[in-house]
């Protein structure tokens, strides 16, 4: 009875280094979030996927971000030539059904979040 | 650009008393209001939501009060518990999937 689960829970890197983050969403969920959390800041939306179509893109902060889902399920979020400014917990999020279109909208369950420091 | 602004950003209570929590937001168009408790390493859960047609939405001890004139929602918790003691985030969505998050008020009940 497995929630959403990340890995590495944490990552250090040197900049200039790429990371990949995993996150691996709830058995059978169609919708996958990921978002970024700076310390003491609330989550911010990177990008959703419905299945393995990524359906907005519009978080990214650049583009050394690139998420994928190829296949509907797992998804990893990779940033490239990490900068300290990436600094952040990297949170998944899944819901069982497509992101709707009107509310109440579907319930968003979290996963714990990798903590990344680039130094 | 902030558009869900939350106060306070830490807040202390003592255990049986109310902690309440502000949010307003600008933009016009979103349609749902969701809570988050977030406890150290843990990510974000859902704890309670409305929609803009409801002024109020009571679940236990947890209370959302909405004014859609005033563009402004708040959640109080009754009885506060040393439990309870976590960050809350309030949010906003329109379209469904891209939730807006405040900034997050640090509660901690003292027992």
């Known amino acids: 009875g497995a929630g959403v689960s990340q890995s590495p829970r944490y990552k250090v890197a040197k900049r200039g280094q790429d990371v990949a983050l995993r996150c691996d969403p709830i058995?059978?969920?169609?919708?996958l979030f990921w978002y970024q959390q700076a310390l003491g800041q609330g989550p911010e939306f990177l990008t959703y996927?419905?299945?393995?179509?990524?359906?907005?893109k519009s978080g990214l902060p650049s583009d050394r971000f690139f998420a994928e889902r190829p296949e509907g399920s797992v998804s990893t979020l990779k940033i490239q030539r990490t900068q300290q400014e990436d600094s952040a917990v990297y949170l998944c999020?899944?819901?069982?059904?497509?992101?709707?279109?009107?509310?109440?909208?579907?319930?968003?369950?979290f996963g714990p979040g990798t903590r990344l420091t680039v130094l | 650009q902030q558009q869900v602004k939350q106060s306070p950003q830490s807040l202390i209570v003592q255990k049986g008393g109310i902690s309440i929590i502000n949010c307003a937001y600008e933009?016009?168009?979103?349609?749902?209001f969701p809570w988050y408790q977030q406890f150290p390493g843990k990510g974000p859960a859902l704890l309670i939501a409305?929609?803009?047609?409801?002024s109020e939405k009571k679940e236990g001890r947890f209370t959302i009060s909405f004014n859609k004139s005033a563009k402004q929602f708040s959640l109080h918790i009754m009885d506060s518990q040393p439990g309870d003691s976590a960050t809350y985030f309030c949010?906003?969505?329109?379209?469904?999937?891209?939730?807006?998050f405040g900034a997050g008020t640090r509660l901690f009940v003292k027992a």
């Open positions: 999020a899944s819901s069982l059904p497509p992101a709707g279109s009107y509310p109440p909208y579907n319930e968003q369950f």
């Open positions: 058995s059978g969920h169609v919708s």
């Open positions: 996927f419905q299945n393995e179509a990524q359906l907005d």
């Open positions: 933009n016009t168009a979103f349609d749902y």
């Open positions: 409305i929609r803009p047609d409801v």
């Open positions: 949010a906003a969505l329109t379209g469904g999937f891209k939730t807006i």
